[in-house]
């Protein structure tokens, strides 16, 4: 089942496969077959972040990517990110970009968040004159990403508060039993309005299961 991303021309899976959990007693190359086969499933939103997998997870989905490729399989999209306080500089944030492209094998990211907003302080940092929108906003002209987004942790309202700014094409954001009842107006508004919303963290990391 596929449904659109937002307002975008992207019809993602509706279940996308993240990358914080593969099996780090195996190979790169191993872990890429779990990609893949997702990829053969139906799955065709890919989501990653540089560390996440002591670091490792953006180049096991570069092998899939690069096997996928090869075989003329161009159909999926792929979600990264980059940390405003990590990134505080457009300079930076363009060069976090073209290094998460090396590693991943495409010729551009999809979807890329302004990752991790805990607090307003966040966006602010990220919106700064010189900051890291303004380099991802080169990046876009130059077709190094398609949208621009971001992934919350803040509640609900504060989610509106970003949204309502108008800066970002949709929102990555932490929707499980344990937090809806603080963060569930952001998804509904976000939705309302027609923005792409993606739920990550499902089953909490895996300590609702």
Request: hydrophobic content about 35%; glycine content about 10%; aromatic content about 12%.
């Amino acid at each position: 089942k596929y449904v659109q991303y937002g307002k975008t021309d992207k019809k993602v899976s509706v279940v996308g496969f993240g990358g914080l959990r593969f099996d780090l007693s195996k190979s790169n190359e191993e872990n890429a077959e779990l990609v893949k086969y997702a990829y053969d499933k139906g799955i065709n939103y890919f989501d990653t972040a540089p560390g996440y997998c002591d670091d490792r997870s953006e180049d096991i989905l570069g092998v899939a990517f690069r096997q996928l490729l090869k075989e003329g399989k161009k159909d999926f999209y792929v979600s990264t990110k980059g940390k405003p306080t990590v990134y505080d500089t457009s300079e930076k944030a363009i060069s976090a970009v073209k290094e998460s492209i090396k590693r991943l094998g495409v010729d551009k990211i999809d979807f890329y968040n302004v990752w991790c907003l805990r607090k307003m302080e966040h966006y602010e940092l990220a919106m700064k004159k010189g900051g890291q929108y303004e380099g991802l906003l080169r990046c876009k002209e130059e077709g190094l990403i398609d949208h621009i987004v971001f992934s919350s942790h803040q509640p609900g309202d504060e989610v509106i508060e970003v949204l309502n700014e108008n800066n970002f094409e949709g929102v990555t954001m932490g929707i499980n039993i344990l937090n809806f009842s603080y963060r569930w107006n952001g998804v509904d508004h976000a939705y309302k309005k027609g923005y792409g919303v993606v739920a990550m963290n499902p089953l909490s990391g895996g300590s609702i299961p």
